[in-house]
């Protein structure tokens, strides 16, 4: 008897464990407009430096260094239907009364035909191809580097994001609010991760 309640016991959890990779694999693929799954992954390469490498020093302050221009940054596997592009860099090593880390750089509807941005990506509200930068944590919009107080490391996280449409958001948008935005649009992720320390 005991042997027949263990064996189902185990055909029990055998079953529920497939259920949960099966709706995992369903998720990944992602539901109407993007939304109630999991967003299908982005291959993300960000010149200077590899994921979960050391960010070059030309990119952040090191050195008085206050105008760092942003890296190329290049992406691949965005699913068809993709009409847009985010891309958000953060410092995830500090947290900020409001809750949220430190935002570095978030510009979004870049066309969703492109494959990545450029080095040095002008710091302007908005661009010629239409895609629009919101303020980073020093109020300006664009690309600001890496620059933790000695002598501490922190982690800085690009993320990009294919979206299924375009926001059609002003520059003055806050970072809670482009999120906002996006949740239900999101039709695949990619994240990469550099350091950096002064």
């Given at each position: 008897m005991r042997n027949a309640k263990q064996i189902a016991a185990l055909a029990l959890a055998l079953a529920v464990g497939m259920g949960i990779v099966s709706a995992q694999d369903k998720g990944g693929k992602g539901g109407k407009k993007g939304g109630g799954g999991i967003p299908a992954?982005?291959?993300l390469t960000v010149t200077g430096y590899a994921d979960g490498a050391t960010i070059p020093a030309k990119l952040g302050c090191s050195g008085g260094n206050?105008?760092?221009g942003s890296p190329a940054i290049s992406w691949s596997g965005a699913p068809a239907g993709t009409m847009a592009f985010a891309v958000i860099l953060h410092d995830t090593d500090v947290a900020l009364p409001t809750?949220?880390?430190v935002l570095h750089w978030a510009i979004f509807d870049i066309p969703g035909t492109v494959t990545g941005l450029p080095e040095n990506v002008a710091k302007t509200a908005?661009?010629?191809?239409g895609s629009v930068q919101i303020n980073?944590?020093?109020g300006m919009p664009g690309y600001m580097g890496p620059c933790p107080p000695p002598p501490t490391t922190h982690h800085y996280i690009f993320e990009v994001y294919a979206?299924?449409?375009?926001?059609?958001l002003p520059a003055s948008t806050s970072r809670a609010d482009?999120?906002?935005a996006m949740k239900g649009h999101i039709r695949a992720k990619g994240t990469y991760v550099g350091t950096?320390?002064?």
């Open positions: 992954p982005l291959s206050q105008n760092a809750g949220e880390d908005t661009l010629p191809d980073n944590i020093a979206l299924d449409q375009k926001l059609g482009l999120l906002n950096y320390k002064q």
